[in-house]
């Protein structure tokens, strides 16, 4: 009774959740169309109508590149769940290796189901990359870096994430009913300790990172951190353009490990003025605590998850509602912790889909203090022009529709953006 409930209740969201987004496309899609034709007004200065109407075509392939993409990871979500794909998957590996190591079992599991994932992903990705960025001429990735990069990742996957599923399934199994909150000071730890190996371990991995040179921007830059008080363990450009045409800056890293972080193809477009406006945002993020903040929320909200999993992985109808066999499992013997995780991290982004525009409001309001704060330690007027060259130069649409916005988007749109920022040069 009550996994036929489970399953009426999953499904029907999955169905609200998939006319939520093909909704919210259609709606993406029509709004920037019609208005395709012009530029905004506040910026018909600034943005040639060519470079308007390649955002508008940009933004609406993706969103048509995304539905398929939505139909696809729909239709593997239902094959793992409904139509027993996990179960299968378990089953054929629980015959392929016998009355092994359980614990082999279920690390076996969940590399089995990640790399068949994976798989699925793989032609998607390549798509992205080397058809829709390469129409649009952001691409700059060979196909050999593209690869290598790939089992980079799987190689880094592997190493990281391997011994971190052996602690967590080892505390499921032996630490009683409250498995779940040691597991969350393990997995909270995890993320602290990822902050800090990200810069200095991870990332040069993948990119090359070199000491900014230029000794005039280097002091500007200097000058601002000094002014606000932030300390570096120094400043870097990434060749980010031997993979996109895309321009960015950040900073990474944790506690006396912060790195500041230019993507090469940024600094060859702004002036030194706005580059260190930009900067500045970024600091803005940091002075005011919202890294803070939004890690202390990661790690509430990860908690309510673990202990909603703690119950969850005792219920024999979550896994009949999810299409598996509670009773065929036991009889291979075998713990049923891996399947409970995968279940569960299957399921998870169906129910909370719709809580999205809550995340996008706080980052939107954590968006515009950071510009405040550039404001003030900075011209906002050279944030708002290093804002409309990366607009065009990353092909941003300036007509998102307002509704889809709120749920995709971290950031403002364009025009509440500037506008805020014209606000403060009055």
Request: hydrophobic content about 60%; glycine content about 2%.
């Given at each position: 009774m009550y996994s036929l409930a489970f399953s009426i209740l999953f499904v029907?969201?999955?169905?609200?959740?998939?006319?939520?987004?093909?909704?919210?496309?259609?709606?993406?899609?029509?709004?920037?169309?019609?208005?395709?034709?012009?530029?905004p007004p506040e910026f018909a200065e600034k943005i040639p109508l060519a470079a308007h109407q390649k955002a508008a075509d940009y933004t609406v392939a993706k969103t048509k590149f995304g539905l398929l993409t939505l139909l696809v990871n729909y239709a593997v979500l239902i094959g793992f769940t409904l139509l027993g794909g996990l179960q299968w998957l378990a089953l054929s590996l629980n015959e392929s290796m016998g009355a092994g190591s359980p614990m082999l079992y279920q690390i076996g599991l969940i590399a089995a189901f990640a790399v068949i994932s994976g798989l699925i992903d793989l032609p998607f990705d390549y798509y992205r990359q080397f058809v829709l960025e390469q129409r649009f001429g952001f691409n700059t990735m060979a196909r050999k870096l593209f690869f290598?990069?790939?089992?980079?990742?799987v190689g880094l996957g592997a190493a990281i994430g391997l011994p971190l599923i052996w602690v967590v399934l080892t505390l499921m199994a032996r630490s009683g009913d409250l498995w779940w909150l040691y597991?969350?000071?393990?997995?909270?730890?995890f993320?602290?300790?990822?902050?800090?190996?990200?810069?200095?371990?991870?990332?040069?991995l993948f990119n090359k990172f070199t000491p900014l040179a230029d000794e005039s921007l280097k002091s500007r830059i200097e000058g601002l951190m000094q002014r606000v008080g932030f300390a570096s363990k120094g400043l870097f450009v990434m060749d980010g353009s031997k993979r996109s045409a895309h321009g960015n800056a950040y900073f990474s890293g944790f506690g006396a490990n912060k790195r500041i972080v230019f993507f090469d193809t940024l600094l060859s477009r702004l002036a030194p003025q706005e580059i260190e406006a930009v900067l500045a945002h970024e600091l803005g993020h940091f002075k005011l605590k919202h890294i803070v903040k939004r890690i202390a929320m990661m790690f509430v909200i990860s908690l309510g998850f673990l202990a909603l999993l703690g119950f969850l992985k005792t219920?024999?109808?979550?896994y009949a509602g999810l299409g598996v066999d509670p009773v065929a499992l036991a009889l291979t013997g075998q713990p049923t912790?891996?399947?409970?995780l995968l279940l569960f991290m299957l399921a998870l982004p169906v129910f909370t889909f719709l809580l999205g525009p809550l995340t996008s409001l706080s980052s939107r309001k954590h968006e515009f203090e950071a510009d405040a704060f550039a404001a003030t330690h900075t011209q906002a007027d050279d944030l708002v022009s290093a804002l409309v060259k990366m607009y065009e130069d990353n092909a941003s649409?300036?007509?998102?529709?307002?509704?889809?916005s709120a749920f995709y988007d971290s950031h403002p749109p364009a025009s509440v953006r500037i506008r805020h920022l014209k606000g403060a040069t009055t």
């Open positions: 029907s969201v999955l169905v609200l959740t998939l006319a939520v987004r093909f909704w919210l496309a259609s709606r993406q899609i029509r709004h920037v169309l019609a208005h395709r034709a012009a530029v290598t990069d790939m089992l980079k990742g597991a969350w000071f393990v997995w909270s730890g993320q602290l300790l990822m902050m800090v190996l990200f810069p200095t371990v991870i990332a040069p219920q024999p109808w979550f912790d891996a399947l409970a649409t300036l007509t998102p529709d307002p509704l889809h």
